[in-house]
């Protein structure tokens, strides 16, 4: 599973050939979630408060980063890095 992003603990991945709807995974520590790309939601798992803000945060500035890799990931291409929070 393709890393996308790296920032303050917190690992953003996303799989290739995904099932709909869009959506990423991250993980923190032992913490594990799912985030929809469009609404920017967790749709499974949990994130502490802190990191979850950090997170969908991250997902609003990045909504098209995040919906251009995954249409590469439905196609098994490459996907791009994506600017972590600073």
Partial sequence: ???ISLFFGIRVTMYWNEH???HFH???SEYKA???IQ???VDRGFLPN???KLV???CEIHK???MQNWELSKHNKPMNPINPLV
Avoid: F, R, S
Wanted: glycine fraction near 0%; include cysteine.
């Fill in 1 to 3: 599973m393709p890393e």
């Fill in 20 to 22: 709909n709807p869009p």
């Fill in 26 to 28: 991250v993980e923190y």
């Fill in 34 to 36: 799912t985030i929809l």
């Fill in 39 to 41: 609404d920017c939601i």
């Fill in 50 to 52: 802190k990191q979850l």
């Fill in 56 to 58: 969908l945060a991250w």
């Fill in 64 to 66: 098209d980063e995040l």
